[in-house]
Structure formats: structure tokens, C-alpha cells
């Protein structure tokens, strides 16, 4: 396990898919991260690569040969190497191997780089591509759970004054998921975002997906535990929102996703697939998100 300090935060790292697995406020002893109750769902923050979300059927076909994956991909559960720590930052790495090969037959190195700045935690995506002819084809996100408060009201339980907004607001393209976690873009429509209260049913069909822009900045608040956190994406094009419906878990997802699950006609092909990332050879791109948090 890593561990990360300063005056603000401690914050706890997993080598096992470069996981964040705890955030807590010094000053209050206030844990933000979801403590992964197998009750109800068992990870944290789990890095998704080289997908996001679901493939059609679970597979994909990529030079006359078909493949099988997943949701969210292979890297959230297989060991990363350490790189770097320092008492601020931590930087993990992962890389191809057979077993990779079997689902996704690229070369690709991905390094992660978590940095601690005063009550904000920068997550970094570095992906390289090390072949020296071929085109890799990825997807990444991060998919972090934050505790919220929670009641019984009558005889279920349900959040308390819990709430998102983007910033700015204003109109944002909202894609809808098939009941089979499928994105259907022929129902895709903007919608306003402003100041958005959450209870357990906003989440009856599935994670809230929005497309953003470079400046987006979206607010996660639980009034009722005087907690905010702010989370503001780089080179991330999309948002999924999400907590278990009907479960009734206490807890929200703020997911930063540069890529998104399969539309429902889709061919079937990585190359070309919606919002795939193309990286020529011996290219590097990054990708990164920060968090900031607030509790009084």
C-alpha cells in the first residue's frame, strides 16, 4: 500500500490496478472515498483501459480476428509496478504481456501519476505507444466513488440533500444506455445542468452520461456532511454519473471517461469504434483529472 500526505489529506494507493482506495481530511478524520462494501460494490476508484464501458456482445474484432473484453477493461485488476514515490506523488506502471495479448493484442505502456497539492489530488494517464509501425487503438477513464449521506426515509433508504451542477452551466449533451449498457445516440439530447439534485431513482437507467467540453467542471455536494468536491477533467471528453440502482448504496460516482461504451449499432471494429483514441507509433498522450475537496 502507498501512502500519500500532507497538512490536508492521506491518501492511500493499491499497487493492484494502481487503485485509489483512500482519501480522508485531516482535520476532521472525514473519509470522501468509497470503502468498497462487497454489499454492494466492491472497488474504490478503478482505472478503466483500454475500454470504458461495454463492448457490443463483449467482443470486438481487429484485423479478421475477433477478441473478448469486458466492461471497463483488463487494467483494474492486474498488478502495477512502482515507478516512483515520493511523500506527495506516486507514480505506477503497466505494461503488455501474454496474457494482455489474448483480449488486446497491442504493444502499450500506461503509467499512472497521482500528485498531492495542498486538498486536490491530480490523477495522470500516460499512454505510450512503443511499437514502431502500428497504430494502437485505446479508450481510458477513472471511475471514483465518493461516500455521500444517507437516510431512511419511510422504509428505504435515501440520500440526503445530494446534488451535482457542472460549471459552467448550461445545455449539455446527455447519451442515454440500453438495458443492456449500451449508449444509443439516435436518443441522445441536451439537457440543462444546472443544480442537480440525486436521489437512488435518478439512477433507474443506469449511470448519467454526458458529453463536456475542456472546461467543464463538475461539483459533486452532500449539504447534509458539509462536503464538496469538485472534479475538473483534461483531454476527457465525456462524464458518466452513478450509484447502484435498486440497490441503495451510499455512495456517488464522478467518472472521468476520454471514451465510452459501444453504441448499440455499432460494426464491431476497434478502428472504429465511437470515440476511440488513435495513437501512431511511438506516440505518448496524456490524460489527466483533478479532485478538490471540501468539508466543513
Known amino acids: 500500500m502507498i501512502t500519500l500526505e500532507n497538512d490536508y489529506l ?5 499497487e493492484e490496478g494502481a487503485e485509489l482506495v483512500s482519501i ?10 468509497w470503502q468498497a462494501d462487497e454489499k454492494y460494490w466492491a472497488r474504490h476508484a478503478p482505472v478503466l483501459f483500454p475500454i470504458v464501458g461495454k463492448l457490443k456482445d463483449d467482443s470486438y474484432q481487429f484485423v479478421d480476428k475477433e477478441y473478448h473484453m469486458k466492461q471497463h477493461g483488463f487494467a483494474r485488476d492486474l498488478p502495477f509496478h512502482v515507478q516512483n514515490i515520493t511523500s506527495n506523488s506516486a507514480s505506477l506502471y503497466l505494461k503488455n504481456t501474454d496474457e494482455t495479448h489474448e483480449k488486446y493484442p497491442f504493444e502499450f505502456s500506461l503509467q499512472i501519476n497521482y500528485i498531492l497539492h495542498y486538498s486536490s489530488i491530480t490523477v495522470s494517464y500516460e499512454i505510450l505507444n512503443p511499437s514502431t509501425d502500428k497504430t494502437l487503438y485505446y479508450s481510458i477513464g477513472g471511475h471514483p466513488a465518493f461516500n455521500v449521506s444517507q437516510s431512511t426515509s419511510g422504509s428505504k433508504e435515501e440520500f440526503d440533500d445530494v446534488s451535482f451542477r457542472f460549471e459552467p452551466a448550461g445545455q449539455y449533451l446527455q447519451i442515454p444506455l440500453s438495458k443492456g449498457g449500451l449508449t444509443l445516440p439516435n436518443k441522445a439530447k441536451y ?10 431513482t435518478t439512477f433507474k437507467n443506469d ?14 455536494e452532500d449539504k447534509s456532511n458539509d462536503v464538496a468536491i469538485r472534479l475538473k477533467p483534461n483531454r476527457m471528453d465525456f462524464v458518466g454519473i452513478w450509484s447502484p440502482y435498486p440497490k441503495r448504496a451510499p455512495f456517488v460516482c464522478i467518472e472521468p471517461w476520454s471514451g465510452i461504451a ?22 505518448l498522450m496524456t490524460h489527466d483529472y483533478t479532485m478538490s475537496f471540501s468539508k466543513n
Open 10 to 14: 492521506i491518501v492511500k494507493i493499491k
Open 24 to 33: 480522508v481530511d485531516k482535520k476532521t478524520d472525514y473519509e470522501f472515498l
Open 191 to 200: 439537457v440543462e445542468v444546472n443544480e442537480v439534485p440525486i436521489k437512488h
Open 207 to 220: 449511470a448519467l452520461i454526458y458529453q463536456i467540453s475542456q472546461q467543464t467542471e463538475i461539483v459533486l
Open 262 to 283: 459501444d453504441p448499440d449499432n455499432t460494426t464491431g471494429h476497434l478502428a472504429e469504434k465511437y470515440a476511440i483514441h488513435e495513437l501512431r507509433a511511438s506516440q
